[in-house]
Structures are given as structure tokens and as C-alpha cells.
């Protein structure tokens, strides 16, 4: 740590004579060695707790090279030297075992005295280390979230910290490390900010004032470990008070109006690394003058104070402690001031008392000094006592002014104007801090001159070690190697015309959202609407991408710049991909509708989505900033808040009937719908009283306008994609198959199950680039099919006389029997005859 080293304390282990070493009292010591993971494997690095069991007897003192013997499996043997324990007796070292078998360690104490006492020299027990050619198992990786997450992230999912990232203030060329920057512009949440939108009535079409031109409503916000800082404005000034919302809930934690209407100048995450702890302080900073004040950022309380803090180029240390470079390049001086490094915020100035950080309810002079600090060339600084790290002697004449600061590497600066460009380095590397690494000069082309250009020192970066000049009439760019001075390439071509009104020169917001250096490349865009891409080490144009509005026919009339294409600035850099808003100085009321919020990829340019209508940006009054992988932004349409990011959603189904005969069919039914904090909003709850359906990517954009913005429902919504599997009485997994939601969020899928039993139906929605994933279960089960009933065989029914035939044959036989009785009569009297 910065402050151990600048005031640590000498030991007190000497050596003394033999002729005196044999007056003084001696002591017998009794050195261990704990050797861990034992077994282990070949290839993996074992603990080794070294020392004895007496401790000394303050925090800076400690036992003189002690070493471990080690004997290989081989009876080859090695040593580890020059090993020194801390205050307790002990420490720690490292061996790496090359080959398997058995070794056997031990520690070896030399005499030593200490105190006036000699301590004799020993060595303790072989230890066996069983060293095995199998690897050993690690602790597994948890690997990145796979559903929604929320603060506070528990410290075991390590991996965790590459999504996890904040923004404490407006950071070097606007590039955000640490975050998973949003594939898609799905809206978490909206919370209003102050009267905004449509006035109507006799003002027609015209809204509220919304924010820009010197009057910002969304200035220097930040998220720090998840949270959300900004202010809300009300009309009267006094009434400005710092909100703290939960960015992943959009649940507000508190409201304060800092002092007397002060707003936030920056966050700080101090990692205090020493003795007695090891953990981070999450704090506000308020600036009044010299004078900076912390604030809890948890609570928004007060909780300490420095006075006479000293000017100058101001950046975070390797442990997130605040440094400020004073550089003075006509008087040759540098000093470095460590926020860490004042003694009174410590527990104490004893070696105990200087490992913990204890400044709550604290005042103190952070330079030890009263008034205006004047630093003369040869100034002495105490170092130690006032923040004051060190102060260095650079050489005078240096032209221009510092650029940029890069803690632990350089400090560059520059001076350009139309016949001279000069770029210097100093180190500062420990130890040769304020060493001169090169200072060059580079005679421009003399049309620079002749043509009255104005030249503007643009951008610069760390990583690809390149400065960029550029030249606002040309809309032209050169390259400057910052690790020797030289021109490395340029002109590039000349930019569209609408360019030259952002390459000049401006404060820090609009010099790098105009021109800015990251991922190895130089982006640069303007008025124009386009977008250009070069390599940062060559100057090659790698793509462009125009930002075209399809409507400019009956739009363009209420934008600053005319044209086909909207006015771009460059929100931030982040996961290899660059997000720009639009913007204007004072636009026209009605403002122009359909302002796109784009996100590219880096590498080739292409469209990753684009939001129309919405997000939109200012010019003086802040723009999107990103961190925990959310965007939040204002959003000056309407003048609320959004958060911007992947969100939760929930999957339901249900079959029937539940019980069904085997070989007969189901209906499985459900939904997919987005369950992201501001759908509970009631505004948006009163109209989607059913909930909000999850919809396809490809859709999110005009989706999020009907969703939060009351814009119509868009036509030919898509839904997303669930799978069907299902789980069989005999336990196997079987994929079944899949479909699509439609625009109410449900599902519905005939299915017959093949088999009696049990059957669990799983239906997975595997989420999208707008939603984590879901799933849902439910269960039927199929019951054997009744018997097929047989066909019932007729009993034979007795044969039954046909009486009616019988009395018509009677009948019949009787009228024969008439007939030839009366025949017979007539006959036998016409014989008579």
C-alpha cells in the first residue's frame, strides 16, 4: 500500500558481534512448516506457511531469512531463501512441485537476535508432500448470471466483476470496461425526471423545456456498485435534490438535497488494502472550491471532509484511492497527492493504527497547509504527513499542456497551432518519475498556415499509445505516436462537411463524443450523421455507417442540420461495441421525431439495433451512460429516466385434460410474457392488465414505443421461441419439438402421448438477446384405454308357428272347400235336369 511504504517503520533486528552475542540471554525457537494442498499435483502450486511460534513485537518487525529445504522424489534437493515473516512469526510462500512422488520440507531458522536476545537456530519437522499425477480438483467456476441479477452480488461468483462495472465520472474516451453493453433497446424501467412531453391543449403541439443549452436535467449522473445517482430537477433551484435508485429495480432508495443544493462531482470505490482489512468504501464526492466532501453512498449521509485540496489532473489509483498530479511545466515541478495518504484518516499513526481506515465524522487539511498553496521549484514536501506522495523536478519549457495522466506509465502533453506540432511524455514509472521519455517536434503541411486551419489536439490513448490531431475546416486527422513523438500517418480523407463543428476545441464531454480513441480504433462523427472508423495505429478507414432518417421530407425542417441523416455523438464504448445518440443546441419545438439511439459493433460497423423515436439525446445536458450492463439515460421526449437492458421474463403452461386414456390427445397452452420491473408500473399495468407479452428482437424497438410510449401497436408483432420436451414415466428426457408465441404472449401445442404413466411436460422459452430465460412445467397423466367392447352375439330364438299364416290357409281351405261344395250343388242339379 501507498502509505505503508512511504512510512515504513526500519527493524529491529540487528546483528552484533560474537564476542557480544555471547553476553546476551539466548532462546530456543521452534520453527513449523504447514505445507497445503497436501496431496497435490504435479504442476500445481502448494501453500507454504513458514516460522516460529514467537511473534515480535510490533507490526513492522519480523523474522530474517528463514528457508525451506525441500528433497525431491529424486533425493535431489532445493531451496527457498531469503524468506522474511511478518509481525505473527509466520508467512506465506509458494513452491511448484515438477514431478510425482514424495518430497519432503522443512523450515530452517538461522540464529538472530532480536531485542537483545538470541534466538537459536532450529528446524523443524520434515513435512511429506505426496505429489500425484492426476490433477486435483478446483473449486468450479460459477460462471456469469443466466437469469435476471440484482445487487448486492454475493463475493463468491468472482467471475461476476467483468459485467459488474460503474461509472464514477466521465471516463477517459468514454470507454466503459466491465460491462455486457445491451444487444437490444428493451427498457427495464422509466421513471419521470421533472414535467416533460406534450403540453396540449391551446399549446398545441408544442412540450415542456426539455433540458439543453445551459438549462441541463440529466448532468454528471452516475452508478456506482449498481446504483443510479442523478438529480431531480424542479423548476425553482433550491428544490434540486440527488435521487438514489436501484438500477436493476428502478426502486428509489433515497432523496437528499446535499448541503446547499450541491449536486455530485464524482463517486469513488477506495479499496483499502492493508494490515487490519481488506475491502472497498463506496463514496459521493460534493466539491466546494478546495474543499471536498464524502457522502455515504448508501445513505447519502456526511461522512467526512477535506479542506485545501490541492488543483490538478485528477484521476483514480490502482486501488481506486483519488490522485491528483500537480504539473507545473514553467517551473518545473510535479507533485503527486494520494488521497489515502493523510494520516489523520487513519485509526492511528501507530503501526497498528495505520491498517485500518477510520475517517467517518472527520475534518481534516488534506496538504497540511492553510490559504493558496504555492509550490517553488525546489519546494520540500513533507511526504507522509499531508497526502504528498512525491515531488519531482521535470524539465522547464515544456510547451503546451498535460493531455492525459496515466498513472504508473506517463504523463503526455501537447502544443499545436498551424506551424508547429510538439508532443512530450514524462514517466511515470517507480523510480523514474518525471524522467523525460521524448520531446518531439513535427513541422505541419503549409497550407496549415497559408489556409488559416483551425488544428485542435483531439484525443489520445492509453492502449494504443496514439494522439490524434485534427483540422476542423479539412474534417482531417493525423496520427501521433505517444511512446516517441513521431507523426505516424495522416491526412485521412476529408470528412463530410457537417463534421468541422465538432472537431474543435471544447470541454471534455464534447471533445471525446465527437472524436474519441478505443478498442484499438479512432472513431469520429458529427452533424454529419456518419460515423467514421479508422485503425488507430495506421489511420485506415475500417467503415462508416450513416445514421439515415426515412422521413426527413417532413422532419428535417426542425433539426439543426439539414440532410438525410441525424446529428451522432458517441454515447460510450463498451463491449466491443460503440453507442450514439443524437442531439442538438437548442432544438425547435416541436422537437423532430423519431431521434435514433444506435448501438454498433466495432469491429465491422454493422447495426447491432437502433431505437427510433426514443432516447433521446442532449447537448449541454448530459447523455446515456452505462454500468452493471444496464444503460440509463434520459430521455428528453418525454424527460424520464430509462433503464436499458436485459430483463426478466416468466414462462406458463398448462395441458388438458390432466388425465387422458392412452392414445388419446392434449392441449398444451401458455404464455411468455416480460416481467421487467416497469411493467409493475401502474401506468403501464392499467393497459396491459394481463401482462406485457415478450416479443421478438427484431420487433423491440417499435414494441418498447407502444409499451412505454403509447405509441400504436405495431402490426405483425412476432413472439418468441419456447421448446417442448417432456420427461416419460421411465424417467428419460425426449425433445419434442417447438413453436412461436404470438403477440399476447401465448403458446398452444396439440400432443399425444405415445405411452401410459406419468408424463412431466417442460416448456422452455431459452431467452433472446431482450430477455433471460424462463421455464414452466406441468404434468398429465395417461391411463391404459378401456377394452374395446366385443360385439354382442344374438341368441337363437325359438321358432314361433305363424298363426296368422295357418288362419289365412284355414281360411282359405274353408272358401275351397265353399266353393266346391256349392259347385257340387249346382252340378248335381243340372244333372237332374
Known amino acids: 500500500m501507498l502509505l505503508l511504504l512511504t512510512l ?3 527493524t529491529l533486528l540487528v546483528g552484533v558481534s560474537a564476542a557480544n552475542a555471547q553476553e546476551l540471554p539466548k532462546r530456543s525457537t521452534h520453527p513449523y512448516l504447514g505445507v497445503n494442498p497436501n496431496p497435490t499435483s504435479v504442476g500445481q502450486t502448494v501453500y507454504l506457511h513458514v516460522g516460529i511460534a514467537q511473534p515480535t513485537q510490533t507490526a513492522s518487525e519480523g523474522w530474517e531469512n528463514l528457508k ?5 522424489p529424486d533425493n535431489s534437493t532445493e531451496y527457498i531463501t531469503n524468506i ?13 512441485p515438477t514431478m510425482p512422488g514424495t518430497y519432503r520440507l522443512r523450515t530452517i531458522f538461522p540464529e538472530q537476535v532480536y531485542r537483545n536476545v538470541i534466538y537459536l537456530a532450529s528446524a523443524s519437522d520434515w513435512v511429506e508432500l ?8 478446483f473449486y468450479p467456476s460459477l460462471g456469469l448470471p443466466t437469469e435476471y441479477w440484482t445487487r448486492p452480488i ?9 459485467i459488474a462495472g460503474s461509472w464514477l465520472a466521465i471516463p477517459a474516451n468514454l470507454y466503459a470496461p466491465y460491462n455486457d453493453g445491451p444487444e437490444s433497446p428493451h427498457i427495464l424501467w422509466a421513471k419521470p425526471i421533472t414535467t416533460g412531453g406534450l403540453i396540449g391543449g391551446e399549446y398545441e403541439e408544442h412540450s415542456f423545456e426539455m433540458g439543453d443549452a445551459y438549462e441541463g436535467k440529466w448532468v454528471n449522473p452516475i452508478i456506482l456498485a449498481g446504483k443510479l445517482y442523478y438529480r431531480d430537477h424542479s423548476e425553482v433551484e433550491s428544490w434540486q435534490q440527488v435521487v438514489c435508485v436501484d438500477l436493476h429495480t428502478g426502486e428509489e432508495m433515497w432523496r437528499k438535497t446535499f448541503l446547499d443544493n450541491r449536486t455530485i462531482a464524482r463517486g469513488q470505490i477506495l479499496y483499502w488494502d492493508a494490515i487490519n482489512l481488506h475491502g472497498a468504501y463506496d463514496y459521493l464526492w460534493v466539491t466546494i472550491g478546495t474543499t471536498w466532501l464524502a457522502f455515504d453512498a448508501w445513505t447519502g449521509e456526511l461522512v467526512y471532509n477535506m479542506t485545501n485540496v490541492p488543483s490538478g489532473t485528477i484521476v483514480y489509483g490502482p486501488k481506486g484511492e483519488i490522485l491528483i498530479y500537480t504539473i507545473n511545466l514553467a517551473r518545473g515541478f510535479m507533485l503527486l497527492w494520494n488521497s489515502t495518504n493523510i494520516p489523520a484518516l487513519w485509526m492511528g499513526t501507530t503501526e497498528f493504527g495505520m491498517g485500518s481506515w477510520r475517517p467517518h ?5 488534506a496538504t497540511g497547509s492553510t490559504g493558496t498553496l504555492a509550490y517553488p521549484a525546489n519546494m520540500t514536501v513533507p511526504l507522509g504527513l499531508n497526502g504528498y506522495m512525491w515531488n519531482k523536478t521535470i524539465p522547464t519549457g515544456l510547451l503546451g499542456s498535460v493531455r492525459a495522466v496515466w498513472t504508473g506509465d506517463r504523463v503526455v502533453g501537447s502544443f499545436v497551432n498551424q506551424t508547429l506540432v510538439n508532443v512530450w511524455a514524462l514517466s511515470l514509472k517507480p523510480g523514474q518519475e518525471g524522467t523525460l521519455l521524448f520531446n518531439k517536434n513535427w513541422n505541419p503541411p503549409a497550407n496549415w498556415l497559408q489556409d488559416n486551419l483551425s488544428v485542435t489536439w483531439m484525443a489520445q490513448d492509453q492502449y494504443s499509445k496514439v494522439g490524434v490531431v485534427s483540422i476542423k475546416e479539412t474534417r482531417q486527422h493525423f496520427g501521433f505516436s505517444l511512446e516517441t513523438g513521431d507523426c505516424l500517418w495522416g491526412p485521412t480523407q476529408s470528412e463530410h462537411y457537417m463534421n468541422m463543428y465538432g472537431l474543435q476545441p471544447g470541454g471534455p464531454v464534447w471533445a471525446y463524443s465527437t472524436c474519441l480513441i478505443a478498442e484499438g480504433k479512432l472513431f469520429s462523427t458529427g452533424f454529419s450523421g456518419i460515423v467514421y472508423c479508422y485503425d488507430a495505429k495506421t489511420g485506415k478507414l475500417l467503415w462508416t455507417y450513416e445514421a439515415k432518417d426515412p422521413y426527413a421530407a417532413s422532419e428535417m425542417f426542425k433539426r439543426e442540420a439539414g440532410g438525410s441523416t441525424w446529428p451522432l455523438r458517441i454515447m460510450f464504448v463498451t463491449d466491443v461495441k460503440i453507442y450514439l445518440g443524437t442531439f442538438e443546441h437548442s432544438p425547435d419545438n416541436p422537437m423532430a421525431r423519431g431521434a435514433p439511439f444506435i448501438c454498433l459493433d466495432v469491429e465491422t460497423g454493422e447495426e447491432i439495433w437502433r431505437a427510433d423515436g426514443f432516447f433521446r439525446q442532449t447537448n449541454r445536458g448530459g447523455t446515456a451512460i452505462i454500468g452493471d450492463s444496464i444503460i440509463a439515460t434520459q430521455d428528453t421526449y418525454d424527460q424520464r429516466v430509462y433503464a436499458i437492458g436485459r430483463g426478466p421474463s416468466t414462462t406458463t403452461v398448462t395441458a388438458t385434460p390432466e388425465v387422458v386414456a392412452n392414445g388419446q390427445s392434449i392441449l398444451i397452452k401458455g404464455t411468455v410474457m416480460d416481467v421487467s420491473p416497469g411493467t409493475k408500473d401502474s401506468r403501464i399495468a392499467l393497459r396491459f392488465p394481463n401482462g406485457v407479452p415478450a416479443v421478438a428482437d427484431e420487433n423491440m424497438s417499435e414494441w418498447m414505443l407502444y409499451v412505454y410510449k403509447q405509441f400504436p401497436r405495431p402490426a405483425n408483432v412476432k413472439g418468441v421461441w419456447v421448446t417442448f420436451d ?4 421411465d424417467g428419460k428426457w425426449e425433445h419434442v419439438g417447438g413453436t412461436t408465441t404470438d403477440d399476447s404472449g401465448m403458446f398452444s401445442i396439440p400432443w399425444k402421448p405415445p405411452k401410459e404413466g406419468l408424463w412431466t411436460i417442460v416448456i422452455t422459452f431459452p431467452g433472446s438477446k431482450s430477455y433471460y430465460p424462463s421455464y414452466a412445467r406441468t404434468s398429465i397423466l395417461v391411463e391404459p384405454a378401456p377394452p374395446t367392447p366385443e360385439t354382442p352375439q344374438m341368441p337363437e330364438i325359438p321358432t314361433i308357428p305363424d298363426y296368422t299364416l295357418i288362419f289365412a290357409a284355414i281360411i282359405a281351405l274353408v272358401i275351397i272347400a265353399i266353393l266346391i261344395g256349392a259347385y257340387s250343388i249346382y252340378d248335381h242339379r243340372k244333372l237332374k235336369k
Open 154 to 162: 454475493d463475493d463468491q461468483l468472482r467471475e461476476w466483476y467483468s
Open 726 to 729: 417432456v420427461i416419460g414415466p
Open 68 to 72: 525451506v529445504e525441500i528433497i525431491r
Open 130 to 137: 505426496v505429489v500425484q499425477s492426476e490433477p486435483l480438483p
Open 361 to 365: 465524522g472527520k475534518t481534516v487539511n
Open 8 to 10: 515504513t517503520i526500519a
Open 84 to 96: 522474511r515473516t511478518d509481525s505473527t512469526g509466520g508467512t506465506a510462500c509458494f513452491y511448484t
